[in-house]
């Protein structure tokens, strides 16, 4: 079991909970040693020169979220504001171009985020296969935004 992740979901319990009773506290000391036992994550070393490194590029893929997810809010804006409604939906497989499945989940969730487009499943080897409400826009476009998020999420949790 993993000391500091009981220490942390503890410490997260007590503050979502903000209720400092006894029961309370052994309560959430129970609930998140359970949680640690369930999910039992391997071993991670963090490297102390990794974090500026690391954080600069969580920042950076919040923004490149937050921009998709404005980008694709206009575009449905447009589909639907148009009196044609020229939607033309499809589903298209994106590779997400890495072995890491928590990277693939989070550019999956990105993708999901963003409006006009859903991660409806992933394949044995990655690929996403995303509903999308405008097919015309060329597969390279999503390509090209997976890439940056794929990049940018094995910046963060890469080693030197």
Same mark, same amino acid.
């Given at each position: 079991? %993993? ?13 979502? @909970?903000? /209720?400092?009773?006894?029961? /309370? ?10 949680? +640690?036992?369930?999910?039992? $994550?391997? $071993? *991670?070393?963090?490297?102390? %020169? ?10 950076? *893929? ?5 921009? &998709?997810?404005?980008e694709g809010g206009l575009q449905v804006a447009r589909l639907t504001l148009d009196p044609k ?18 990277? +693939? ?6 993708? +999901?985020? @963003? $409006? ?7 394949? &044995?080897?990655?690929?996403? *296969?995303?509903? +999308?409400? &405008? ?5 390279e476009v999503y390509f090209e935004m997976q890439a940056r998020r794929r990049d940018l999420l ?5 080693? $030197?």
């Open positions: 079991m %993993q000391p500091w992740m009981v220490l942390v979901l503890w410490l997260v319990y007590l503050a979502l @909970s903000a /209720n400092f009773e006894l029961r /309370n506290v052994v309560l959430g000391l129970l609930i998140a040693g359970g949680i +640690t036992a369930l999910v039992h $994550p391997a $071993p *991670y070393r963090i490297e102390p %020169q990794r974090v500026p490194a690391a954080v600069w590029a969580a920042v950076r *893929y919040v923004f490149v979220v937050a921009k &998709d997810v404005l409604l020229p939607i033309h939906p499809a589903i298209i497989a994106i590779p997400s171009g890495t072995e890491s499945e928590m990277a +693939t989940a989070l550019s999956a969730h990105a993708i +999901t985020l @963003s $409006p006009g487009a859903m991660v409806m499943e992933i394949g &044995d080897h990655g690929a996403m *296969y995303t509903h +999308t409400l &405008d097919v015309t826009v060329p597969d094995m910046e963060i949790a890469s080693e $030197p």
